[in-house]
């Protein structure tokens, strides 16, 4: 298997592409106003759930954050609280915590705890020696986590590393008495190598980047190249853009020419197998379990893309052989297996509903790129900042082809907004009109 990684980079936000065999598995979209997992908060609680011993804390954001073993907290105390992981909905506080762990390569400190933890990837024959060198360089009133790094050997430079762990503790320690309101105290720098860490440890992965300032960020590490073509836009070469819309769609074709409907409800997702179009000249039953087959792993490649986790239910067309479904599953479970994400296969119910569950980690694709229409209020619309990029994009493709006079833009009111903010459009000559009331309509034209 092929695998290829694009960085596509533009002022506002980072799109990180995963490809295998030049099909895109997985997306990532880093916005440069997302909350950055790891951040440290300085913190009101807003209200104390003794039921649940559990805070929801006021940390400046559009949410209340959810603080569970809220112990002897009081309601209007101020906390120091770090983000404990990313938000899974856009309608849910993040997760908090009050134990404050601050990253490095090799060293994790914890501050106001104690002792020397360490990774389970370091030998036990070097695990006493790790352990002393680690007691020599940790700081007075803290704890340390070596990490993996320590496996092969010493790590140079690790006491300097130790005391700029400590020095930032005691930055947002400062910062948190200084302050008196809620709000950001401390996050680490929206590193790029940091996201695309997952997907660099598998050999011989070929990353292409486009922009200077991620490619210097990923300097140093194997198969990193600068995209430089003066035709096209990255994604374009690719034809990730293609996909991520047919990602984005409620029905995805399969290649025998069946389909799949899929609905999102609030506490599971549902994919409804048909068969089609699918015409070929087979017994019915064997019929039934190939478009099956053929479903099964577009459903695991599409929860994998759009990062759909939670409970979800496949409504298979119906086998009447036992035998094949548990061909089904075995297939279904070898799958899941390619998942960079923990996924359980339950099996299937005498209904011939596959039943799947998927861990939740981030926003999923639909969320990031549609929002509730505020007119209907029952339907979904394309997020303004979505519409923003796709006009750049249409833009930047026409300037690579030799274009570049001016531009008429036609778009909504909110989508004029995004782009008055995007320093892009400071480059170029432009003049803005309204569409009235149609959000998801757009238009460039050349003046």
């Not at 929801?56 to 906390?79: N, S, T, W």
């Not at 404990?84 to 490095?104: C, E, F």
């Not at 068969?275 to 070929?280: C, I, N, T």
């Not at 379990?289 to 239910?313: F, K, S, T, V």
Request: net charge neutral; proline share 4%; hydrophobic share 35%.
């Amino acid at each position: 298997m092929n695998r290829t990684v694009l960085v596509d980079d533009s002022s506002l936000e980072t799109r990180i592409a995963m490809l295998e065999d030049q099909r895109l598995a997985e997306l990532r979209v880093i916005d440069r106003d997302a909350l950055i997992p790891g951040a440290v908060y300085r913190g009101r609680v807003e209200r104390v759930d003794r039921s649940l011993n559990a805070a929801f804390v006021d940390i400046g954001e559009h949410l209340p954050g959810f603080l569970p073993d809220a112990g002897q907290v009081h309601q209007g105390d101020a906390l120091l609280v770090q983000l404990d992981a990313v938000p899974v909905t856009r309608t849910k506080g993040v997760r908090l915590t009050r134990k404050i762990l601050l990253n490095s390569p090799s060293l994790v400190l914890l501050p106001g705890q104690s002792g020397i933890r360490l990774s389970k990837k370091i030998k036990k024959q070097r695990e006493a020696a790790v352990r002393r060198t680690g007691e020599a360089i940790c700081p007075e009133g803290c704890g340390l986590i070596m990490r993996s790094l320590w496996q092969n050997g010493d790590v140079p430079g690790a006491g300097e590393e130790a005391g700029t762990l400590f020095a930032t503790w005691q930055n947002i320690e400062t910062a948190f008495l200084k302050s008196s309101t809620p709000g950001l105290v401390y996050a680490e720098p929206r590193l790029v190598r940091h996201f695309c860490e997952p997907y660099l440890s598998v050999p011989n992965t070929m990353v292409y980047v486009n922009s200077r300032e991620s490619f210097d960020q990923l300097s140093g590490l194997q198969n990193v190249t600068l995209f430089e073509e003066q035709s096209s836009l990255l994604f374009d070469v690719y034809q990730v853009e293609k996909q991520i819309d047919r990602a984005l769609q409620n029905r995805i074709w399969l290649k025998s020419g069946g389909y799949l409907t899929v609905d999102y409800c609030e506490a599971f997702t549902i994919y409804d197998v048909n068969s089609g179009k699918d015409d070929r000249k087979k017994a019915p039953e064997e019929k039934a379990y190939l478009i099956d087959c053929e479903a099964i792993e577009a459903i695991l490649n599409h929860i994998r893309l759009c990062n759909i986790g939670g409970i979800i239910l496949a409504d298979l067309i119906d086998l009447p052989d036992g035998a094949r479904q548990e061909e089904l599953l075995h297939l279904a479970r070898t799958k899941a297996g390619q998942d960079t994400q923990k996924v359980s296969v339950e099996g299937i119910t005498s209904l011939g509903i596959l039943q799947l569950t998927r861990k939740r980690t981030g926003l999923p694709l639909r969320e990031i790129y549609y929002e509730p229409c505020h007119c209907c209020e029952s339907g979904m619309q394309v997020r303004a900042f979505v519409l923003r990029d796709k006009i750049r994009r249409e833009i930047e493709r026409r300037i690579l082809s030799g274009s570049h006079s001016g531009y008429e833009i036609t778009c909504h009111r909110d989508v004029q907004a995004e782009i008055k903010m995007d320093p892009f459009f400071e480059t170029i000559e432009f003049r803005l009109k309204d569409t009235g009331g149609r959000r998801n309509e757009y238009s460039v034209k050349a003046i």
